[in-house]
Every structure is written in structure tokens, then in C-alpha cells.
């Protein structure tokens, strides 16, 4: 970390304190508290971090204000327009665009590790049928630390990087699994002539009766929504993976609790929950309805695919989203989508109401995605599991990144007692 140029002064009971204060490269300056607690007694206190730096960072910066997403310094819809998920993954993890020989190697890496262990298969049919393909993941992504033992020493340099490519490679085919497993089909095994998202169509979509093209479109279009949601800075499941890893968990098992922490619908769940939303209310005339009811503070109904800690302008994302939402209903012939419509009538309605501008609560990311996983043919079950395949190479960047600071301490925030001092134990017949 560079030295520290400003400092703040905090006066306790008339006693001055001075704090240092560190200037990113962008972003807002932050103040260093970490000898607060030793050198005045006391903490500070920000359940939900709004106001924390958790950790410091190269790889993700968000201008929540200009509604500006950068990774490494590339702007998100660069990368979406001109780049492709591996490539990102590779920017994400090495911190810089790959040359052709570098990207030759990355995506031979990562297609020769996309089959699982076929005992893992005995995983799968454990769950009941009717399992959420996220209840699936979060343990079949566990039990990997069971069978891939030979990475999980995070010490080693070497193993994290297999860990790392395994996890990028393994992730599409064990969502695929969870899918098939779910409608009763047989597991479509990898094939490393395809690109990472035609595979994963395919391992979704083939059936051994029946060959399965893949349409370039589509798969652009799900490449696309793996690039849109590859790393996201320090949101909950990051930062889920991020203290599980502080106390020098294995990948798997801190990839696992990322997955578990995306389930819910404020978070990656908000995809299958936003379709949801959009499926109920069905025609444009009920919309006024269901935005009173997001108004109405005695109930606790939200629009999915509205409002983010940190954009208070457009998610960038939101917007390549709705444009390929359009070219995916176009292609498929369902422009006249109703669902699409509900979509487009409900964000217009939002956006003109005080409540929602004066929030500062736009559509995010999750707004738009749901409808074009849904035209591809995927249950809205498949929507989270989709972000958690795309998600797991930020998660990954962001572990070895934390992996490889000297300055790593485990996490252990404090807190704000408010329960009872000591009191005398009531034997149980005075009680
Ligand atoms: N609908 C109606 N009101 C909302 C919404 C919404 N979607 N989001 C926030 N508000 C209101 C909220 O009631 C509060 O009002 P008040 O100040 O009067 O109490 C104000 O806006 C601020 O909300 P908050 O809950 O304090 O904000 P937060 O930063 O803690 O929450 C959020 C962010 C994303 C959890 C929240 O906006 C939300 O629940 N949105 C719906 C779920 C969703 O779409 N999540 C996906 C997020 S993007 C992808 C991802 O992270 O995975």
C-alpha cells in the first residue's frame, strides 16, 4: 500500500486522534482505522459495510455515480462488445488482456479440465429431483474439495492455479448436471471442440436422441451474459468468498459458501425472482398495482431487477442487457414477447415515478437477464446458477488476490453489544 499523504483527526473525550487516509487510483479516499481499537478503545460501527473498505484491490472499480464498471481498467461494455468471457477470465485472473499465444494456452487449460470426476455423478442423484439447482451446486462444489485434493494446499502457488482453472472449467458442467438431473435427462458430457458457452448450451440442451446445434447467436448472447456478470467488486458473495478464505479455507470450500451467499433473491437470486415478478403481473395494466405496492412501506414487496448498493445511475450491465434481449427475442422470432413488454412498460413506469428517481433506484442487471435465459429455454431454477457459472472467475481472482497479500489477517469484525451484562445463572426449578 503507497504511504499516506492526508490524515483525519477524530477527537474522543477531548482527546485527539489522528487517523491516515489513503488515496485510491479511483474512487473515494479512505480512512484507516485499524489502529483505532488499540489506540482509543473503541470501534466503529457499519452493519451492511455502506461506508467500509473491506480490503484493497486491483482488479474491479465501480463508479456507482457515473454508473461505470471497469475490470483492470476496462470498461465492462467494451468487453462485452468487443471481447469474450475467456478473455475477461483471463484479464480478471492475470490482470492483463492475454496475447493470442497467452489466450491459446488459457482456454486449452481450461477446456481440459471441464469434465468432473465421474464419482461425482453419485452426488447428483443423492438430491431429490425437484432440488433448486443452487442447492445442488453449493454441495456438489463443496464435495470437489473430496476429490480434487492434489489443489487444495493454497500455500502452493502451482495448486491454486489448478484449483483456479478447475473451478472456471468445472462449473459449466456441473450446472449443466444440476439442470439435467432436474428434468430427468441423462448428464450431457463435455466436448472440447466448443467454445465455453456453446458447451455449456450443449451440455444443457443435447439429449443422446437427438444431436444439438449450437446457434452462434445464442451462444453469443450466453457468452455475453457470462461477461456481463464476471466480477462485480466487493458484493456479498465476494465478500462471503473473501472471509471464508481469510481463515485459509480450500477454493472449494470458500467457492461453495459464494454460491450459497449469490442464492439469495437480494443478490443473484433476484434474476429468477425479477422473471417471477414479471410473469405475475402478467399485462401492462397491472403494473400501476405492483409499483404501488413497491411504494407502500407496510409491504415488504420490492421490484426485483430495481435499485443496487452501488449504482445510483444505470448499471452498465442493465444496459447491454436490454439491447441483447431485443437481438435474442428478435432472432428467436418472439419480439412480441408479452413478458419483454411487461418488462419495458414497468422500467418506463419506474423511471417517471418520483420514488424510484428520487432513490436513485434504476434497473440492474438482473432486470433484463432473466427474459433472455427464458427465451434460450432455461426454467427461471437456471437463471442464479447461470450468474454463479459466470461469477465463479471474479470469486477466484478476488481469492488470489487475497491469497496473495502479505498483509492477510483473518476476518473478524466486532460488534455493537446490546444483549445482557453478566447475570448469576437461575437453577431451573427457580426459574
Ligand atoms: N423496490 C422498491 N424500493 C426499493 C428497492 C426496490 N427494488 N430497492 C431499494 N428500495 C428502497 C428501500 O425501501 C429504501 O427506502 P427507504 O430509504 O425509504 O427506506 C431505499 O430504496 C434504499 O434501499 P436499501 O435497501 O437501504 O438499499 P441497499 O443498498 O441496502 O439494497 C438492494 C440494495 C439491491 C438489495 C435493493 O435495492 C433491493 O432489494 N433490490 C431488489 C433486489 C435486486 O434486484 N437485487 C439485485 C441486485 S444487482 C445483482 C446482484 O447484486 O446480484
Known sequence: MAEHTKSAKL????????????????GPDVIDIRKLYAQAGVFTYDPGFTSTAACDSTITFIDGDKGELLHRGYSIDE??????????????????????????????????????????INFFRGFRRDAHPMAVMVGVVGAMSAFYHDSTDINDPWQREVASIRLIAKMPTVAAMAYKYSVGQPFV??????????????????VPAEDYEVNPILSRAMDRIFTLHADHEQNASTSTVRLASSSSANPFACIAAGIACLWGPAHGGANQACLEMLNEIGTPDRIPEFIARAKDKNDPFRLMGFGHRVYKNFDPRATVMKESADEVLELLGVENNPILQVAKELEAA???????????????????????????????????????????VG????????????????????????????RPYQDIENR
Not at 11 to 26: C, H, N, Q, V
Not at 84 to 110: K, M, T, W
Not at 197 to 202: D, G, K, T, V, W
Open 395 to 422: 470469486w477466484i481472482s478476488q481469492w488470489k488476490e487475497q491469497i496473495s497479500d502479505p498483509q492477510l489477517k483473518i476476518g473478524r469484525p466486532r460488534q455493537l453489544y446490546q444483549g445482557s451484562t453478566r
Open 11 to 26: 477527537t474522543i473525550d477531548g482527546k485527539d486522534y489522528e487517523l491516515p487516509i489513503f488515496s485510491p487510483s479511483a
Open 350 to 392: 419506474a423511471l417517471a415515478d418520483p420514488y424510484f428517481t428520487e432513490k436513485k433506484l434504476f434497473p440492474n442487471v438482473d432486470f433484463y437477464s432473466g427474459i433472455i435465459l427464458e427465451a434460450m429455454g432455461f426454467p427461471t431454477s437456471m437463471f442464479t446458477p447461470i450468474f454463479a457459472v459466470a461469477r465463479t
Open 189 to 206: 458430457y463435455p466436448r472440447n471442440e466448443l467454445d465455453y458457452a456453446s458447451n455449456f448450451l450443449r451440455m444443457c440442451f443435447a
Open 79 to 120: 468487453l462485452a462488445s468487443k471481447s469474450h468471457y475467456l478473455e475477461v477470465c483471463y484479464l480478471l485472473l492475470y490482470g492483463e488482456l492475454p496475447s493470442p499465444a497467452q489466450l491459446e494456452d488459457f482456454e486449452s487449460r481450461v477446456t481440459n479440465h471441464t469434465m468432473i470426476h465421474e464419482q461425482m
